[in-house]
Every structure is written in structure tokens, then in C-alpha cells.
């Protein structure tokens, strides 16, 4: 576990996992004591929440259960393993898209 100020933060970094409009309600809690860890998982939250809307949208084109459960499966473990790193105070990025979500939301301080 880290520091107090992971704890201070954490309850938005939970929040922000709970759908998009969770990580929208955590945005808004982080806007007056701007903690760190918390905009880390709210950045982490947000890639996985758009990615579940863009993915889910390519893969309804195909009518095929293989390919609709291996999404659902890859985003469950984004969600879960965020989720988790959350819970423990751990500042992880989710695997494989992780590191791209810090770069691209990198606006949310």
C-alpha cells in the first residue's frame, strides 16, 4: 500500500470504475483537491469505459459469439484488474492499453 495520499484519492479512483458515469462523478470529486492518484485511475477508467463503447460497436458487425465473448472477457479483465489495483492503492496501468490511456486522457490532472 502506498502513502496517505493514495487513500485520500481512493475513493474517487474506486468510483471512477463504476461505469462512465461513475468516472465522470469521480472527474468532478477530484476537481477541488487534485490528487494524483486518483486522475491515475480516472485516466485508466475512462480508456476502459471508451474502449468497451468503440470495441462493442466494431464487434457488433459480426454475428459471432466467439468474437463478442472474447470481448466481453478482455474488457471484463481491464475493468477488473483496474478495479483491483484501485482497491489496493496500487498505481498499475491496465495490461495493453494501460500505458496508451496515461498518453491520451494525459489532459485529466
Known amino acids: 500500500m ?9 475513493t474517487a479512483a474506486i468510483v471512477a470504475y463504476i461505469t462512465i458515469i461513475g468516472t465522470i462523478v469521480a472527474f468532478f470529486m477530484n476537481q477541488d483537491n487534485k490528487n494524483m492518484f486518483a ?3 480516472i485516466r485508466q ?4 469505459n471508451i474502449s468497451f463503447y ?4 466494431l464487434v457488433s458487425i459480426f ?5 463478442s465473448s ?4 478482455f474488457i471484463i479483465v ?6 483491483i489495483t484501485a482497491i489496493r492503492e496500487e ?3 491496465v495490461p495493453i492499453l494501460g500505458p496508451l490511456f496515461q498518453n491520451w486522457f494525459s489532459f485529466i490532472k
Not at 477508467?45 to 476502459?48: E, I, P, R, S, T
Not at 454475428?63 to 468474437?67: K, L, P, T
Request: charged share 15%; glycine share 10%.
Open 78 to 83: 481491464l475493468w477488473v484488474f483496474g478495479l
Open 70 to 73: 472474447a470481448f466481453y472477457i
Open 63 to 67: 454475428d459471432s459469439w466467439a468474437i
Open 91 to 93: 498505481q498499475k496501468t
Open 2 to 10: 502506498q502513502s496517505d495520499y493514495a487513500k485520500q484519492g481512493k
Open 39 to 41: 486522475s491515475f485511475h
Open 54 to 57: 468503440i470495441l462493442g460497436a
Open 45 to 48: 477508467a475512462l480508456g476502459v
